[in-house]
């Protein structure tokens, strides 16, 4: 059963660094995508990959601060997270787009609608 777990989340400083992790069973065969939600907010599409790893997509607003990779050995997405700003704040989720499979394909992340099976979430704070 497809259950993704995230960790690595945390209280960091504004202009530091986190690595998230996304995992579960038999994550290699499936594309992968990065939310987060702010109190108050919509859920919002970060970053995907497919599961190859040759079809990335990112939000502008993280583009050149967040790199989304994976290793398939180990069913493993990360999300690595630099120069963070408070406005980063939020729980982040991964999501696997099972009834999607192409979905990285698209130039931009596609919303939270087009994914079906979800990890319950991990907190990132960022402040001083």
């Known amino acids: 059963q497809l259950r993704p777990v995230e960790s690595g989340g945390g209280l960091v400083q504004p202009g530091g660094s986190l690595r998230l992790t996304c995992t579960t069973s038999?994550?290699?065969?499936?594309?992968v995508g990065w939310f987060r939600q702010a109190a108050g907010y919509d859920r919002e599409a970060i970053s995907c990959?497919?599961?190859?790893?040759?079809?990335?997509n990112y939000l502008d607003s993280v583009k050149g601060r967040f790199t989304i990779s994976r290793d398939n050995a180990k069913n493993m997405v990360y999300l690595q997270m630099d120069s963070l700003k408070p406005e980063d704040s939020a729980v982040y989720y991964c999501?696997?787009?099972?009834?999607?499979?192409?979905?990285?394909?698209?130039?931009?992340?596609?919303?939270?609608?087009?994914?079906?099976?979800w990890g319950q979430g991990t907190q990132v704070t960022v402040s001083s």
């Open positions: 038999g994550l290699e065969y499936y594309a």
């Open positions: 999501a696997l787009p099972v009834l999607n499979p192409s979905i990285c394909s698209k130039d931009a992340p596609s919303p939270a609608r087009d994914y079906d099976h």
């Open positions: 990959m497919s599961s190859s790893g040759q079809e990335t």
